[in-house]
């Protein structure tokens, strides 16, 4: 190995970018020249001396303040325009319609299959939108609209926001003590937040009202880090969202269910 | 609020200045939250530092631009190799200040680097991420921002021993 190449890569082995083969060259070079022998360790002493000086800033008191509600006022922004349709969903909508209008019957029973075939999967679609809203939830510091342990308190809060009565029920006996609600947007429709704590962790558990006659067994998801757990029971729909460990979500959504 | 530090930390050594960061980290989480449906996984916190420097520069560009032209191309850029003579051996019993100082001096593409890797400790896998630059460039330019910063640091306390004698 030359001089010059031990050089340029001085930087990357000092670093652990160099594979293998490169390293034990480099390795060997060193031990015979006593030029690069010398650059390296001034290099090496130099490095750790950058990672150690105080390059670090601590943001302002009040930049976490001003972060907040700004994304607060973008929130309140796009939640106006997410209750209008979404463009590019629609406009498929209407092609699919166009296209039963067109074809008839074969193309209706065609249509209502394809989707489910190809399209992507509802769960994915709202699995996504979960996630999103989860993190949208711990992002703006907006977890909770009304923040109380009492689950007589949470339930009649919902009470004229929602056009259903969302079970809700405390269990810090039980490890997962209620924070409170939140009114969310989820499917094309007003959905209910129930707020949880396991520890740190927080839970959202979203409820919606089903489709009539819809019955889904538990399913569980890892998405983006986070475990979600769906299901649809006595005409509502639950996504179950957190980054507690899967087996930790499962016990939550058992408790769910009993009550 | 996740990944405030760093992201207030880039900022201020892109612009060197408190407000300046200040505006740019509120502008990127806004945008943050915006295009959450565009994170696909992976580290958050570079996933946030790259939006963080997209505005950033951004900012530069329409308040500052001389700080972005001063790109130049990282192969003409040659570091002189010094011989080792006291002042390195003053570098070495690492005056932690002066680093500091000396970060001032470099420009803006060695600053940035030099955080991402020194500082936040990314892989070069994950600056190329962040940078969207090739990993031919992040190697060579992070081995020259290192000497270009060695040698401010040297001359600075060159001055301070000249001052002391």
Known sequence: MSCKLSQDLMDAYLDGEVDLVRSLEIEQHVKECSACAHAYERRRSFVTAIKTAPLAYQAPDGLAQDVREAIRRAAGAETISETKPDRVRSWNWNSWLYGIGCAGALALVFLTTIPHLYGPSVDDRLGQEVVSAHVRSLMANHLTDVQTSNQHVVKPWFNGKLDFSPTVRDFSDRGFPLAGGRMDYLNNRSAAAIVYYRGAHPINLFIWPSKPGETQKEKIFTRQGYHLIRWSEGGMTYWAISDVNAQELKDFVELIGKA | ?165
Request: charged content about 30%; overall charge negative; cysteine-free.
């Open chain 2, 1 to 165: 609020m996740p990944h405030l530090d760093a992201a207030y930390t880039l900022a201020r050594w892109m612009t060197r200045n408190p407000e300046d960061a200040h505006d740019i980290v509120q502008e990127a989480y806004i945008r943050a939250f915006r295009f959450f449906e565009n994170y696909r996984g992976g580290s958050a916190k570079a996933w946030l530092l790259t939006i963080v420097r997209n505005t950033g520069y951004t900012w530069l560009r329409q308040n500052r631009a001389h700080d972005v032209d001063s790109v130049f191309d990282d192969e003409a850029f040659e570091v002189p190799e010094r011989t080792p003579g006291p002042e390195a051996r003053l570098v070495q019993s690492a005056n932690q200040e002066l680093i500091h100082k000396a970060m001032e001096r470099i420009p803006l593409e060695f600053r940035e680097i030099i955080i991402l890797r020194d500082l936040e400790g990314f892989s070069y896998k994950e600056i190329v991420d962040v940078t969207g630059l090739p990993m031919g460039t992040v190697m060579s330019r992070l081995s020259r921002a290192r000497s270009r910063l060695q040698k401010e640091v040297m001359e600075r306390a060159g001055k301070e021993i000249e001052r002391e004698l």
